[in-house]
């Protein structure tokens, strides 16, 4: 079955801190992954997509098929960082957007 | 991008009666995805809606109790019908394709 992990509900740093969330799948094929994030009184974005290796507002995130895990990391947080992220993985059997629980993180001054 | 709107942002309803959701974009989009949220849950699809065509559920999602309307490429409608407090989640209302979706502000469903 497709399914999408997120281990941490709450993750909290200190501002310049670095910041990984954790984000594992299962899923046989070749997923598509995205991280989603929702900022405080704002709906839910698009933040990065694996496909397009990308670098947005620093975060970068790496698929790694052997150990089936896209975590989000960022060197030095920030404090506008704190947020609600969501990993969603697209796969191809049921061609659906699946997303995990969420985690939340605060990053403190 | 896409602005999407949705109402009501939050309602308190009684067992057994239904809501109306209405979801608006604000330009003519093919795909529009209905979500539930239940408290502490993630994000779970309950249906596909296109325009011209019947609304495609998700398994454990069925048409007499969430039914959709798309009558146009800029609206849809998600009914929550004879509801429980089961039903109480954030229902979000989004365009796009599964490579890039836009989310609406979502309606907070209270059922008591």
């Known amino acids: 079955a497709q399914r999408v992990t997120q281990p941490e509900k709450l993750l909290s740093v200190f501002k310049g801190a670095p910041v990984e969330l954790k984000c594992n799948y299962s899923?046989?094929?070749?997923?598509?992954l995205f991280w989603y994030v929702q900022y405080s009184r704002q709906r839910l974005q698009l933040l990065l997509r694996?496909?397009s290796r990308e670098s947005i507002k620093g975060f970068t995130a790496d698929l790694n098929k052997g150990e089936t895990s896209f975590h989000l990391k960022k060197p030095f947080a920030q404090e506008e960082d704190s947020a609600m992220y969501y990993c969603?993985?697209?796969?191809?059997?049921?061609?659906?957007?699946?997303f995990g629980t969420g985690t939340r993180l605060q990053v403190f001054p | 991008s896409a602005v999407i709107s949705q109402k009501p942002s939050r309602d308190i309803c009684q067992r057994g009666t239904s809501l109306t959701i209405q979801c608006q974009v604000d330009s003519q989009v093919t795909m529009m995805f209905w979500y539930r949220q239940q408290p502490g849950q993630s994000l779970t699809l309950i249906a596909t809606a296109n325009q011209g065509s019947e609304a495609t559920y998700e398994s454990g999602f069925v048409i007499d109790k969430f039914p959709i309307s798309r009558p146009n490429l800029t609206f849809s409608t998600l009914t929550v019908s004879n509801m429980s407090p089961e039903d109480s989640s954030i229902y979000l209302c989004?365009?796009?394709?599964?490579?890039?979706?836009?989310f609406g502000p979502g309606t907070r469903l209270t059922v008591t």
């Open positions: 969603a993985l697209l796969g191809g059997e049921t061609d659906k957007l699946i």
């Open positions: 694996h496909i």
């Open positions: 989004s365009v796009g394709d599964y490579y890039e979706q836009y």
């Open positions: 899923y046989s094929g070749s997923p598509e």
